[in-house]
């Protein structure tokens, strides 16, 4: 459903520009210099109105957090909870996750969080889902060796398509459960996430590392005639 357009957005923008990274393949590479003391930068793809974003920003002051967003109406109220909460470790980037290269260098990104992207359910979108193999190679590119990606979806389909997208692009998968909140809450929940976690839908996750590649699969030679 599209996010209804907000009032006043561009003086609302303009009075959280402090949060906003207007020119961020200028920082390419030197992310670090927004906080020179953060132990790790990562970012979050698609962070909506940023309630994981702040709180989990606020909760690991020592880490720096890029939220990547591309509906500007959805961005500016994750800007206004940032400015709100006072937090100095999180800023927001109105972009694309295709051309995160041209946005961080290699090994830059420690981790990346997808938190209940869209799940384009017909086959011929498969390739613009985050999890398509061809998204995750392209993270592989910014993410350190070793890096992670932290999944979470209420989609059972997505899923299971994901888990399979993960190591065929050299991630090793850990912590992977079809019942996240199966016992309880299990860590900071999106807006999206609690409203489903109460209806009752399972929560679906996965940690995946960044690992070798698999190596390609042989091309038979042509028989001869």
Known sequence: MRMRRKKNLIPRMERCAAWQIKDPKALRGNWRSLMPQAKELRLELGCGKGRFTCQTAAAEPEILFVAVERVPDAMVVAMEKARDMGLTNVFFVDADAAILPELFAPGEVDLIYINFCDPWPPKRH????LTHRNFLLLY??????????????DNAPLFEFSVLEFPAAGYRLEEVTRDLHGEGVQGIMTDYEEKFHNLGTKINRCVAIKDALPPEPEQEEPAEE
Request: charged content about 40%; overall charge positive; cysteine-free.
């Open 126 to 129: 498969a390739k613009r889902r």
């Open 140 to 153: 592989r590119q910014v993410l350190k060796e070793a890096g992670q990606i932290h999944f979470k979806t």
